[in-house]
């Protein structure tokens, strides 16, 4: 079950509740998260994949990857629209030194397998490529919206 720490509801919540008790050291400059390493992908049959990857997340607004995929390296790191990815989003936020995920992906709904981070619900073609981006919680204290927001491509790797 993927499950983040905070929704961004309670996130915006907890937010204005601290701003609200005399915190004055915040930014309104959004923070910028690091994009992840992909290290492998491996084709484990019946259109299932597992891809290893390198990242580093000491953000607390770190909430998960989006994986995304093109025809081309170019269009896998820059699709048009950076909603239209699978997400996966982990528990774990407060990572400091990098770690290596595991993550599988397959386009039916079972549990993850041991050893797991995570499973992504995605279908993939052999000879595409595939690119991942870091999701962050982004809050506007104006109107006291929430929404994600998603870091620099990571590296491409080719569907085998």
């Known amino acids: 079950m993927n499950i983040a720490l905070f929704s961004p509801r309670q996130f915006s919540l907890l937010l204005v509740l601290v701003l609200a008790f005399g915190c004055t050291n915040y930014s309104t400059t959004a923070s910028v998260q690091a994009p992840p390493t992909l290290i492998s992908i491996t084709n484990n049959g019946n259109s299932n994949y597992t891809v290893k990857v390198r990242a580093q997340n000491p953000e607390f607004i770190f909430q998960g990857y989006r994986l995304y995929s093109g025809a081309s390296e170019n269009l896998a790191q820059n699709p048009t629209d950076l909603n239209i990815g699978a997400s996966c989003f982990l528990a774990q936020a407060t990572v400091v030194q990098p770690i290596e995920y595991t993550f599988e992906i397959d386009e039916s709904t079972n549990p993850n397998t041991t050893g ?8 993939l073609t052999p000879g595409t490529y595939i690119a991942m981006r870091t999701l962050g919680l982004a ?7 929430s929404s994600f927001k998603v870091s620099m491509s990571s590296n491409a790797l080719i569907v085998p």
């Open 116 to 123: 797991v981070s995570c499973r992504i619900f995605a279908t």
């Open 139 to 145: 809050v506007n204290l104006q109107n006291s919206t």
